[in-house]
C-alpha cells in the first residue's frame, strides 16, 4: 500500500503524464503514464508542473523581517545597511530574533521554498543571533533544512576576537565557514581572512560560503584568492563564493582568465539578483551598472549558480517574501538569460543549483529521493517563472505542509457571458 500516488503530473524536464508513487516519504516509483497500485491518498496533478522544492543558497535569517528598525537605509548601500545593522545589534533580543526567523520560515514553506542557508552575523561577542538561530534550525527541523554559515558581517580580521568568535560559533554547531574579505580593512587583509578562513574550513572538513567582492570596484579580486587557496588546500567543490559583484565591473580579459580558475577549483557560485540590482550601481550616475556577476559565461564553465533571496524586509531591502520565482524572474531579467534554455537555467539556479551547493541529500524526483515537492498552477518551469506560479500544494516527505488555492478570476465584460477562469494564470 502506498501512502501517495501523485498522477498526471509533468516534470521540470519536459517529461508529462507521469504518476509518482510514495512510501515511507520517499519517492518509490517515478513512471510514465498511469500506476495500478492502491494508495492511501492521491492527487491528480491534472497536467500541471510537480517540481522539487525551491531552495535558497543565501539568506541572513538573523536580520530578517526587522525593516524599519531603527531607522530605514537613506542611501540604498551595502555599507550604510552594514551600519544600520549595527546600530540595531545592540537591541537585538533572542525570543524577537527567533519570532521573526520562524514567521519567514512559515512564509518560506507556504511558497515551497523548504531549504534555506542563512548566514548568521559571528561578529558580535554575545553571539545572541547564533544561538537564536539554532534554535531556530531544531524547531523547523520538522519542516524545513536550514543550513548556518559564520558570517563575521564586520570582518574576521577588522573585529577584535573576530576569528575566535567565529570558531565559537563552530563549536556551538554551525554549518559552514563564511567570509567577508571586501569589508576588510585592506585588500591585503582581505586575502589574509580568505586563506585563514579556508584553512579553518580544512581543518575542520567545513564547507566554506563567503561574501565575495559584493562591490562595483572592478580590483576588488578575493574570488581569485578563493580559488587559489580552494586548490591549495584541496577544498574542490566545497566552496562557493556569494555575490561576486565585482566581476560585472572587471576587465573583459581578465576575467576570461578568472572563470577557468574558478572552474579549475570546482568553486560554486551565488547571485542574488534583487539585492545586487539595488545595492550596487549606487556611486554611478548614468549608466548605472547592474551589479550582477557574469552569471551566464560562469555556467558556461560549467560553475554551478544559485540565485538566493538574501534579504527580505531587513537594514539592506525593503521588499521580498520568499518567493524564489520572484528572484529567479529577477535573475533571468537583470541576466538577459531570455532563450528557451537559459530561462530554464534560471528555474534551475532556485531548484537543483542550490540542493548541489547545500549539499541536500535526496533532493529530486527521482526514485530513492525524499518525496518533497511543490505543485504549482503553470505547466512548465518557464510558465511558472513567468505567472510566478500559485504553489498550490507543497508537500514534504509525503505530507503536505500547505496548500493555496488556485488563482482565478472572474471576468464580467459588457456585451460577453460572464466567465470564471484561470486568466490570473495564464
Ligand atoms: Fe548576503
Redo the contacts with the bound molecule.
Sequence with gaps: MLDLLVTHATLPDGRTDMSLAVRDGRFVDVVAGPLQAPARQTLDAQGLLVSPPFVDA???MDATLSYGMPRVNQSGTLLEGIALWGELKPHLTQQAVVDRALAYCDWAVARGLLAIRS?VDTSDPRLLAVEALLEVRRRVAPYLDLQLVA?PQDGVLRTPGGMAQLERALDLGVDVVGGIPHFERTMADGATSVRQLCELAARRGLQVDM?CD?SDDPHSRHVETLAFETQRLGLHGRVTG??LTSMHSMDNYYVSKLLPLMAEAQLQVVS?PL?NITLQGRHDTYPKRRGMTRVPELLAQGIPVAF?Q??VMDP?YSLGSGDMLEVAAMGLHVAQMTSQAAMRQCFEAVTTHPARILGLEGYGLQTGCHADFVLLQARDPIEALRLRATRLQVYRRGICLASTPPALTRLQLPGRPSSTDGLAAR
Excluded: P
Aim: proline letters at 0%.
Design positions: 543565501h539568506f541572513h548566514h558570517f561574501h559584493e556569494s555575490h542574488n539585492i538566493g538574501d534579504c539592506w
